[in-house]
């Protein structure tokens, strides 16, 4: 079976010729992924020089028609052979598959995906800005802190309720109480209404409790960094045609911009080029003395990244990140009162100081984690946020869990994490309450 390519201006025309049957089902199954993956939404597939078509061919096109129809798009097909038509009639899809008209099956997106936006061109790819609640705001709140890792050791644990309009991450495990948890301290991540964890206990399998109904998951955390509130800004973003990746440093860069303030939270749905970052392989409580971040020890204790993980798979980020207006980003070791640092003041963060750290080079402060799952494309548009985790929670497999870190080490540094395309959340943020 041969396909062809042919873009039009407001759909892309796949020309295929030959069998479509159990052989070739899984060669036009690969192309409408790829098709699906660089963002094409409309399509019409030209089937005249199509001479069989079995029972594979049409599982592959009811496939691509259901999927494109949940993102707002379609699967037509146009001039179908005489043995297609055949077959669709029998089969009672004519209705469904069949067009007649070169611009059949092009419909109307949903008014949430025809909101106008904003596009800006990025430094390798383009990014288009909606305000869906301009002036919305996240409080943050600190528990515990990082700093027990070199201190005394973790004695106790916060059990943190989170629900879907809140955003949280940090290091925890799900169970009834610090006792209960011990072994299994790893880190986290809430979005959506559904909270993650990575096991500290050697298995390396993420898990999940996802809010239903009145259900809202908890979790038993050593520290945390929890925002709450509502996110003033959306966007869809891609890399250009090259396919060059976005930095995540780019991406955060933009949100500062868009935000307008020197401290924000921030979520993103996408596809990844690769993540790069770490994991305990530990509980800090098991461990329980001032050695975790020690070297060699510290090879030991935590996982890095030794090369881009999970490329091409679908990514859920949350955090938060914190600028001086000078640039100069924050250095947690500094003891200073953030009110005297050179470069400006940064009133009403300084309990997030112990939570993050510089990004690399970046000209920021952060603390992201990441959770990847298996590949779904997203419809284009504004979307909201804890529907769409809610939906990909159920039906996508998690592949695991990272600390985003910026791995900047001479010669074996691998840089950073960077994504292909997707959506992303953000607004402005300030601190509330500090709980130790």
Known sequence: ????????EQWLELRIEGRLDAQWADQLDQELSSLLREGVRQIQLQMAAINFLSSAGIRILLKYRKEL???DGCLMVTEPSGQVSGILQMSGLTALLASSGPTAGIHNRSAAASVPGNSVELE???????????????????????RIHAESGFTAASQIALPADSMAL??????????DCRT???????????????????????????????????????YAIVCQGAFARFAQFSANVSRKPLPFSCLVDTAFKVCQNDCIALAMIAETAGLVGASLLSSPVVLNNSALLEFPAVRDRIGLTSEPAWSRSLALVCGVALRLRSGHALDESDSRSLSGVKGG???????LAPFVRPYGTSRFSSHFHATALSYRALPE???????????????????????????TRPIIGIGESSFLRGALWCGPASMQEVDK
Not at 136 to 143: H, V
Not at 170 to 175: E, I, S, T, Y
């Open 381 to 407: 548009g504004v979307l909201e946020l804890a529907p769409t985790v809610t939906g990909l929670m159920k039906t996508q497999n998690l592949q695991g869990l990272l600390h985003l870190v910026h791995d």
């Open 69 to 71: 129809a949940a993102l």
């Open 184 to 222: 299994r301290f790893g880190e986290f991540m809430a979005l959506g209404g559904s909270t993650i964890t990575l096991p500290a206990d050697g298995g390396g399998t993420p898990d999940f409790l996802a809010g239903i109904a009145e259900f809202v998951p908890s979790i038993q955390a050593l």
């Open 345 to 351: 003041a940064l009133s009403g963060v300084e309990g």
């Open 124 to 146: 390798g790819g383009s990014i288009t800005l909606y305000h869906p609640a301009p002036a919305a705001t996240f409080s943050l709140r600190a528990i515990g802190t990082p």
């Open 1 to 8: 079976m041969e396909c062809r390519r042919l873009q039009h």
């Open 170 to 179: 940090g290091v925890g495990a799900f169970g009834d109480s610090f006792s």
